[in-house]
């Protein structure tokens, strides 16, 4: 016997258990249960994503639904990063990592950036920015260097201050 047998019986098994799920075999009539008849069991027994729903939604004014990190910080950092490649940005977990960038006015130097968004509200403490720095040796090489100490909190600065500036604009709004 091969394969084909067990994969049939396979698909036969995912299928049944995908189908008894709907409800198709043994789910009762809609006269027993009410469609909207989960929403009181919800609200005695709580949520298990703590009220905020799946995607970490929030009665915080700073936070739309569906973004797990304060939105000002957030939308200020890709802002303020815009120039340089990204090579991965997770909302949920509020990490933006940038790709190596090179200045065209600083050949044989280029720059990484890594940002946390720690905190759901606005805050200074609330990001942390890592900078890597590299620079190409004689040889065609990227070796790294030391990033200068004050680099990374000018960029933390620069990102909170645009942050604010966003929040002050949507503040200002009718």
């Known amino acids: ?3 084909k047998p067990l994969i049939n019986s396979f698909l036969t098994l995912a299928f049944l258990l995908a ?9 009762g009539s809609k006269a027993e249960a009410p469609i909207n008849s989960h929403l009181g069991l919800q609200e005695s ?4 994503t703590g009220g905020k729903g799946l995607f970490g939604g929030s009665d915080n004014k700073n936070n739309g639904p569906g973004i797990g990190v304060n939105s000002f910080l957030w939308r200020a950092t890709l802002d303020t990063l815009s120039f340089m490649p990204l090579a991965s940005a997770d909302p949920f977990g509020g990490v933006i990592i940038t790709d190596w960038y090179e200045d065209p006015k600083t050949k044989g130097e280029r720059y990484k950036v890594n940002v946390l968004i720690i905190d759901q509200t606005l805050r200074a403490d609330g990001l942390k920015v890592t900078l890597f720095k590299q620079k190409m040796d004689a040889k065609g090489v990227w070796r790294d260097t030391e990033v200068p100490k004050d680099l990374a909190r000018d ?20």
């Not at 942050?163 to 503040?171: F, G």
Request: hydrophobic residues 35%; contains cysteine; positive net charge.
């Open 45 to 48: 027994r709580g949520s298990i």
């Open 19 to 27: 189908v008894s799920g709907c409800g198709m075999f043994g789910g």
């Open 1 to 3: 016997m091969g394969k």
């Open 155 to 174: 960029l933390e600065d620069t990102i909170l201050t645009r942050a604010r500036e966003m929040r002050m604009a949507q503040s200002s709004k009718p």
